[in-house]
């Protein structure tokens, strides 16, 4: 994959029937895709074969499935302009009848009210299974006609209605159960058809209208408190709903390989935040806090960076992020296991991201206990080089509409072919889609000089069910899985004889299936416990944990296997084991951590949760026996981070406060303390901070400061802490000059004279704010107010107050056609960034982290794109960046995000970067603001001028900041 070929595809293909007149928006008719040059694309199929496409799958014929999403955001789409389905979405199957490399027949299989833009799709057999939150369906086939004779609502109670953070894909996995996510949206009160009832909350709301109420902390009934999006596994029966990994912000997909390993890609609106990962049994993706309570921003420390502390890297409990793609809209994800492209793609992982018009390539490797996924490549994209300059105003690149290819789902057919779904849009996210004809396309990446077709399998033979395990297709797997299983012994044989097959993916779907064959498959199953393959080994452990056997037996067995990553298997098998039971075996696999693994040490963690002050001193014996804190090994202090229980205070108050440790040591015993939610690690705390420690006493202030708003609410005495004594000193000032304007028997003029004082100032401003919220400003008063406010420094009360009071300019009309054609200056540009957009956003780390980070943002919005987000704010909030008017029964208004929230405070983070904690007893209002907290350009005293050159400047720094980032 080092040489890369550029090859033009003209959109020659044939439509089965014309485009409706009344959608005749121009479409491009051509594109540029760059991708190997051992391999092609070619156009498999466009509209109005189907329309937005956003998922697909492929059935045992070799057919395309794909959802629809035409009436994605009707709320924010004309329908008399845009494409509309009235009678709901639909499912389309697509198949090439020919066989010459282009689907030509198209058919509707569904079309259902119950179906509002839904994001998956999976063909298991004859049961067709659509993801649309709240409900996940299965439409089944009972006669085979392309059309559902029966109807189910599978699950029901899943967050996200109409909403990208929703429920996603299903994927039968290669030990017969079925996996699929959901995205933040929630919550999600889920019950299995066992009675099982899954709880899964956080601080988010927004993103629709339907998504208004949401809350963390919420128990499911195996007694966990589950976080945000979420991986999850459930019986083909609807039994045994399982929760493989939380705390997500959007993993668009999660998709198992034939090792039974778990691949995600999550996704933000930051420009640095999007990863791709392995996903660890359990794991803690780490977008909000562990409990939900709290918004990533609510916990970045000072100088942590965005991507740390938006995956909450530093924090104990949360699995490696994996590999930072930066900015984009990361979608669908597939694993690549065939030889149909050749040796070099076997094992490709693919993950495409709308947002960044590519789908990008890895190599996993094992490393350690988890994955190293190697160097990301563009696999294909419309962008040459993405790290070529992108020239803003270049009116022919914008013609070619390069930046319209959005790929929002990559799958593999039957014929090892490689098919893309292209929504087709200018915009990606931010609830819309400006392209109003719904027009997509499906593309098809096959080798160069190669013909590949679709096998015919016969499920009905026991050779066309071995052929169907051994297909590309991961859905058409299980159906040769299934039927197998269902022969019981009279399978063993043909299935073990693909033991010896060359491709190590099918060798493993042996070993899944051969588990569940009975004795005979089962003892060939074990055999493989000794294979001197690795990820062979760790399958066969996993095959044979899921048999129902006593894993106990299988733990003793491979507890001392010489990978780390087989141990770890071992050790997450026993996380839901007895204490007594398993905690012998654990302080074996205990004795084996190097004190560097992070996916070694998260799961030991995992297993001892609940448990930490009873395993905590066998610990010390093993790794610590008679030192002080201060000489402990990296493993020992690794350990003590992790577990952090009440009995570790004192030793990591020692290894905090001694100098002759280096600094990040000192700072992790820090944080491991503050992770202790007891009164005396919070005294501890207080020790350190008034203490004179380089590098601590100010982190520990910090500490402080940030705990006061959650876990230490009720730990310590606050007013004694001195917590944000200089705004609790103005607000005190700014509300003895709001009394004063309330008294009617004061003199007018003086009263008036008060507010021109409060709307000189950020605090009073905020004040008076509040008070044009709850119309307690007096009548007499708001003249002068209106006068004023407009002249605040706090660029955000200047735009709140434009809710209130009509501002001076505020009729003025911006031409984004009219900024289109400006030539925009770079270097007055970086002038009016640095003083007007400095305040709130980043530059590669440079100026201020209270909006998103824009150093790569023009690697996901062109110059109109960034022009409308100038111009019209609150169209398109980013998640997070919403803002809320809190008024207090102490006569405080606070204006800025809610960033945190839990049964006693809130947390509120103002344009300043100041945090207010507040005691949720004192609040009597809180409203979520239509406004962005970004001003609009009229109160940032912005000419188009001056828009234009800080977009051009945006973009240029955006082309040379992806020159020297991942």
Same mark, same amino acid.
């Given at each position: 994959?080092?040489?890369?070929?550029?090859?033009?595809?003209?959109?020659?293909?044939?439509?089965?029937?014309?485009?409706?007149?009344?959608?005749?928006?121009?479409?491009?008719?051509?594109?540029?895709?760059?991708?190997?040059?051992?391999?092609?694309?070619?156009?498999?199929?466009?509209?109005?074969?189907?329309?937005?496409?956003?998922?697909?799958?492929?059935?045992?014929?070799?057919?395309?499935?794909?959802?629809?999403?035409?009436?994605?955001?009707?709320?924010?789409?004309?329908?008399?302009?845009?494409?509309?389905?009235?009678?709901?979405?639909?499912?389309?199957?697509?198949?090439?009848?020919? !066989?010459?490399? %282009? +689907? /030509?027949?198209? =058919? #509707?299989? &569904?079309?259902?009210?119950? *179906?509002?833009?839904?994001?998956?799709?999976?063909?298991?057999?004859?049961?067709?299974?659509?993801?649309?939150?709240?409900?996940?369906?299965?439409?089944?086939?009972?006669?085979?006609?392309?059309?559902?004779?029966?109807?189910?609502?599978?699950?029901?109670?899943?967050?996200?209605?109409?909403?990208?953070?929703?429920?996603?894909?299903?994927?039968?996995?290669?030990?017969?159960?079925?996996?699929?996510?959901?995205?933040?949206?929630?919550?999600?009160?889920?019950?299995?058809?066992?009675?099982?009832?899954?709880?899964?909350?956080?601080?988010?709301?927004?993103?629709?209208?339907?998504?208004?109420?949401?809350? !963390?902390?919420? %128990? +499911? /009934?195996?007694? =966990? #408190?589950? &976080?945000?999006?979420?991986? *999850?596994?459930?019986?083909?029966?609807?039994?045994?709903?399982?929760?493989?990994?939380?705390?997500?912000?959007?993993?668009?997909?999660?998709?198992?390989?034939?090792?039974?390993?778990?691949?995600?890609?999550?996704?933000?609106?930051?420009?640095?935040?999007?990863r791709t990962t392995w996903l660890m049994e359990g794991g803690n993706a780490g977008y909000f806090s562990t409990d939900g309570t709290r918004f990533w921003q609510a916990d970045q420390r000072p100088?942590?960076?965005?991507?740390?502390?938006?995956?909450?890297?530093?924090?104990?409990?949360?699995?490696?992020?994996?590999?930072?793609?930066?900015?984009?809209?990361?979608?669908?994800?597939?694993v690549y296991e065939s030889d149909a492209l050749g040796k070099n793609y076997l094992g490709l992982l693919m993950s495409a991201d709308a947002g960044r018009n590519v789908i990008f390539g890895y190599?996993?490797?094992?490393?350690?206990?988890?994955?190293?996924?190697?160097?990301?490549?563009?696999?294909?994209?419309?962008?040459?080089?993405?790290?070529?300059?992108?020239?803003?105003?270049?009116?022919?690149?914008?013609?070619?509409?390069?930046?319209?290819?959005?790929?929002?789902?990559?799958?593999?057919?039957?014929?090892?072919?490689?098919?893309?779904?292209?929504?087709?849009?200018?915009?990606?996210?931010?609830?819309?889609?400006?392209?109003?004809?719904?027009?997509?396309?499906?593309?098809?990446?096959?080798?160069?000089?190669?013909?590949?077709?679709?096998?015919?399998?016969?499920?009905?033979?026991?050779?066309?069910?071995?052929?169907?395990?051994?297909?590309?297709?991961?859905?058409?797997?299980?159906?040769?899985?299934?039927?197998?299983?269902?022969?019981?012994?009279?399978?063993?044989?043909?299935?073990?004889?693909?033991?010896?097959?060359?491709?190590?993916?099918?060798?493993?779907?042996?070993?899944?299936?051969?588990?569940?064959?009975?004795?005979?498959?089962?003892?060939?199953?074990?055999?493989?416990?000794?294979?001197?393959?690795?990820?062979?080994?760790?399958?066969?452990?996993?095959?044979?944990?899921?048999?129902?056997?006593?894993?106990?037996?299988?733990?003793?067995?491979?507890?001392?296997?010489?990978?780390?990553?087989?141990?770890?298997?071992?050790?997450?098998?026993?996380?839901?084991?007895?204490?007594?039971?398993?905690?012998?075996?654990?302080?074996?696999?205990?004795?084996?951590?190097?004190?560097?693994?992070?996916w070694y040490l998260e799961t030991l963690g995992s297993c001892f949760d609940g448990h930490e002050s009873e395993i905590y001193p066998e610990i010390v014996k093993v790794f610590g026996e008679g030192?002080?804190?201060?000489?402990?090994?990296?493993?020992?202090?690794?350990?003590?981070?992790?577990?952090?229980?009440?009995?570790?205070?004192?030793?990591?108050?020692?290894?905090?406060?001694?100098?002759?440790?280096?600094?990040?040591?000192?700072?992790?015993?820090?944080?491991?303390?503050?992770?202790?939610?007891?009164?005396?690690?919070?005294?501890?705390?207080?020790?350190?901070?008034?203490?004179?420690?380089?590098?601590?006493?100010?982190?520990?202030?910090?500490?402080?400061?940030?705990?006061?708003?959650?876990?230490?609410?009720?730990?310590?005495?606050?007013?004694?802490?001195?917590?944000?004594?200089?705004?609790?000193?103005?607000?005190?000032?700014?509300?003895?000059?709001?009394?004063?304007?309330?008294?009617?028997?004061?003199?007018?003029?003086?009263?008036?004279?008060?507010?021109?004082?409060?709307?000189?100032?950020?605090?009073?401003?905020?004040?008076?704010?509040?008070?044009?919220?709850?119309?307690?400003?007096?009548?007499?008063?708001?003249?002068?107010?209106?006068?004023?406010?407009?002249?605040?420094?706090?660029?955000?009360?200047?735009?709140?107050?434009?809710?209130?009071?009509?501002?001076?300019?505020?009729?003025?009309?911006?031409?984004?056609?009219?900024?289109?054609?400006?030539?925009?200056?770079?270097?007055?540009?970086?002038?009016?960034?640095?003083?007007?957009?400095?305040?709130?956003?980043?530059?590669?780390?440079?100026?201020?982290?209270?909006?998103?980070?824009?150093?790569?943002?023009?690697?996901?919005?062109?110059?109109?794109?960034?022009?409308?987000?100038?111009?019209?704010?609150?169209?398109?909030?980013?998640?997070?960046?919403?803002?809320?008017?809190?008024?207090?029964?102490?006569?405080?208004?606070?204006?800025?995000?809610?960033?945190?929230?839990?049964?006693?405070?809130?947390?509120?983070?103002?344009?300043?970067?100041?945090?207010?904690?507040?005691?949720?007893?004192?609040?009597?209002?809180?409203?979520?603001?239509?406004?962005?907290?970004?001003?609009?350009?009229?109160?940032?005293?912005?000419?188009?001028?001056?828009?234009?050159?800080?977009?051009?400047?945006?973009?240029?720094?955006?082309?040379?900041?992806?020159?020297?980032?991942?």
């Amino acid at each position: 994959m080092k040489t890369w070929r550029y090859l033009p595809l003209a959109l020659l293909f044939a439509a089965a029937c014309e485009q409706p007149a009344d959608r005749g928006t121009e479409i491009a008719q051509s594109l540029d895709l760059y991708l190997p040059n051992n391999l092609e694309v070619t156009l498999w199929a466009e509209s109005p074969m189907c329309y937005n496409p956003t998922n697909m799958d492929v059935d045992a014929r070799g057919r395309i499935w794909v959802t629809e999403a035409v009436d994605y955001r009707n709320y924010n789409n004309d329908s008399a302009t845009h494409l509309h389905h009235a009678a709901g979405d639909r499912v389309m199957i697509l198949e090439d009848t020919d !066989g010459d490399g %282009k +689907s /030509d027949t198209s =058919k #509707v299989f &569904v079309q259902d009210r119950d *179906l509002l833009a839904p994001v998956g799709i999976a063909v298991i057999g004859n049961k067709i299974v659509v993801s649309c939150s709240p409900n996940l369906v299965v439409y089944t086939d009972e006669n085979g006609d392309d059309r559902p004779d029966k109807k189910e609502i599978f699950l029901t109670g899943f967050g996200g209605l109409d909403h990208d953070h929703s429920l996603h894909a299903v994927y039968a996995g290669p030990d017969g159960n079925w996996y699929f996510n959901t995205g933040n949206a929630g919550p999600h009160v889920v019950k299995d058809k066992s009675g099982w009832t899954l709880r899964s909350g956080s601080i988010y709301t927004g993103g629709s209208p339907y998504n208004t109420e949401n809350s !963390g902390n919420m %128990k +499911s /009934d195996d007694g =966990k #408190v589950w &976080v945000g999006g979420l991986a *999850l596994r459930i019986n083909p029966d609807g039994t045994g709903l399982k929760v493989m990994g939380h705390n997500f912000r959007n993993a668009y997909e999660v998709i198992p390989d034939s090792y039974g390993n778990l691949w995600q890609n999550d996704n933000d609106d930051q420009v640095v935040a999007c990863r791709t990962t392995w996903l660890m049994e359990g794991g803690n993706a780490g977008y909000f806090s562990t409990d939900g309570t709290r918004f990533w921003q609510a916990d970045q420390r000072p100088g942590q960076e965005v991507f740390t502390a938006h995956w909450h890297q530093d924090d104990p409990g949360v699995m490696p992020a994996g590999d930072r793609s930066g900015a984009g809209a990361p979608t669908g994800i597939t694993v690549y296991e065939s030889d149909a492209l050749g040796k070099n793609y076997l094992g490709l992982l693919m993950s495409a991201d709308a947002g960044r018009n590519v789908i990008f390539g890895y190599r996993p490797a094992l490393s350690g206990s988890g994955f190293d996924l190697g160097k990301r490549e563009n696999f294909i994209s419309s962008i040459a080089d993405d790290k070529e300059p992108y020239i803003w105003n270049d009116s022919a690149r914008n013609a070619k509409k390069e930046s319209w290819f959005r790929p929002s789902d990559v799958t593999v057919g039957t014929d090892g072919a490689i098919y893309i779904a292209d929504w087709y849009d200018p915009v990606v996210g931010g609830h819309q889609m400006q392209d109003s004809t719904g027009y997509g396309r499906i593309y098809r990446i096959a080798p160069r000089n190669k013909k590949l077709t679709a096998p015919k399998i016969d499920l009905r033979t026991t050779e066309g069910q071995v052929e169907a395990l051994k297909s590309p297709a991961i859905n058409v797997r299980y159906q040769g899985f299934a039927l197998l299983k269902s022969k019981g012994a009279a399978s063993v044989q043909p299935v073990k004889a693909l033991l010896n097959n060359s491709n190590p993916y099918i060798q493993a779907r042996a070993v899944w299936l051969l588990s569940q064959l009975g004795p005979e498959g089962k003892a060939a199953a074990e055999e493989v416990l000794q294979h001197p393959d690795v990820q062979l080994r760790a399958t066969a452990y996993r095959a044979l944990r899921q048999t129902g056997g006593d894993v106990q037996y299988y733990a003793k067995k491979m507890a001392n296997d010489t990978s780390a990553f087989v141990r770890r298997e071992v050790a997450i098998s026993l996380r839901d084991e007895p204490y007594d039971i398993k905690k012998p075996l654990l302080l074996e696999l205990v004795k084996k951590f190097d004190g560097k693994d992070r996916w070694y040490l998260e799961t030991l963690g995992s297993c001892f949760d609940g448990h930490e002050s009873e395993i905590y001193p066998e610990i010390v014996k093993v790794f610590g026996e008679g030192k002080s804190a201060s000489r402990w090994s990296p493993a020992m202090a690794a350990l003590a981070w992790r577990l952090h229980p009440p009995e570790a205070v004192a030793q990591l108050a020692e290894r905090a406060a001694d100098t002759a440790l280096p600094v990040n040591e000192r700072t992790a015993a820090l944080t491991a303390l503050a992770f202790i939610n007891t009164k005396p690690a919070a005294a501890a705390m207080v020790s350190l901070a008034k203490q004179n420690l380089p590098g601590v006493s100010e982190t520990a202030a910090y500490w402080l400061s940030f705990r006061q708003g959650n876990d230490w609410f009720a730990l310590a005495d606050w007013n004694a802490a001195g917590i944000n004594t200089a705004y609790q000193r103005k607000l005190a000032k700014m509300k003895g000059k709001k009394q004063f304007l309330l008294d009617e028997h004061q003199p007018l003029a003086e009263r008036m004279q008060r507010v021109r004082e409060m709307s000189a100032d950020s605090v009073g401003g905020q004040l008076l704010i509040g008070m044009a919220e709850d119309n307690t400003l007096p009548a007499e008063l708001r003249s002068v107010l209106a006068e004023k406010i407009f002249s605040n420094p706090d660029a955000t009360i200047r735009m709140q107050a434009g809710k209130y009071f009509k501002q001076p300019g505020a009729d003025r009309q911006y031409s984004i056609p009219g900024m289109l054609k400006l030539k925009a200056d770079i270097k007055k540009g970086r002038t009016v960034f640095s003083t007007r957009c400095a305040s709130c956003h980043k530059l590669d780390g440079a100026g201020s982290g209270i909006g998103p980070d824009l150093s790569g943002i023009g690697k996901k919005f062109d110059n109109a794109a960034l022009f409308d987000a100038i111009v019209n704010p609150s169209a398109g909030i980013v998640f997070g960046y919403e803002s809320w008017l809190v008024n207090t029964s102490d006569g405080a208004s606070l204006f800025g995000f809610l960033v945190s929230e839990n049964e006693r405070s809130i947390v509120v983070k103002d344009i300043g970067g100041q945090k207010h904690v507040v005691d949720k007893k004192k609040v009597i209002s809180r409203k979520k603001q239509e406004k962005s907290l970004m001003p609009d350009p009229v109160s940032n005293h912005l000419s188009e001028e001056d828009i234009a050159d800080v977009v051009g400047y945006l973009i240029n720094y955006s082309s040379r900041f992806s020159q020297h980032r991942p």
